[in-house]
């Protein structure tokens, strides 16, 4: 059986946190991330979005703080 972690306790007893989405990342995926992101940001936490995919050029426009970064082993895998 899978042991469900409440969202609120997760955020109280975390303060990094790494957002990705699927591979060729639609609106959608894009916004959700940025979304989460901002609400993290508000709430003090450290965040991090890495995707394996390039933000699709006509999407840019959702990550007007340029904070989603293209993952890169050189530069991400520790």
């Known amino acids: ?8 306790k997760l955020l109280n007893d975390n303060n990094s946190f790494l957002l990705t989405t699927h591979v060729n990342p639609d609106a959608d995926a894009i916004g959700s ?3 989460i992101y901002l ?9 991090n979005i890495i995707n ?6 006509n999407l840019a426009f ?5 904070v989603i970064e293209q993952y890169d082993s050189s530069k991400h895998d520790h």
């Open 1 to 8: 059986m899978i042991d469900f972690i409440p969202l609120q």
């Open 33 to 35: 991330e940025i979304a």
């Open 39 to 47: 609400v993290l940001k508000k709430l003090g936490k450290s965040v």
């Open 52 to 57: 394996f995919s390039e933000t699709p050029y």
């Open 62 to 66: 959702l990550d007007t703080g340029n």
